[in-house]
């Protein structure tokens, strides 16, 4: 992993673990967001099935896929305004896990 990749996901990891206010709406947007990001590093296939299929080092991992796609579908639902405090602290310490890819995808990487 590279340096700044390293402390960019550093930060993210901190923020979610120790900023992150569940109540606060752009917060759980920001949540949304991050779970949004490693969605489009699924495979296609992965994304139709909400299944982990390849081992790439992208995207979500098995356990994680089928809970993420059901926050993808909550998003897409066009009477979707954001997700709920509860669901936000599930998927935020979620997020936790993938802070590596999270700083790939914001450095372009």
Known sequence: MNKDVKIEAAAIKTWLESRF????????KAVERMVMA???RQTPREKTSSETIE????????????????????????????????????????????????AEVKLGV
């Open 21 to 28: 206010k569940p109540d606060d709406f752009d917060h759980r």
């Open 55 to 102: 081992r790439n080092g992208r995207g979500f991992n098995g356990r994680d896929a089928d809970f993420a796609g059901r926050i993808i579908e909550a998003i897409r639902n066009p009477d979707y305004s954001c997700i709920s405090r509860g669901l936000a602290k599930a998927a935020a310490k979620m997020m936790k896990k993938y802070s590596r890819q999270l």
């Open 38 to 40: 490693i969605w489009d």
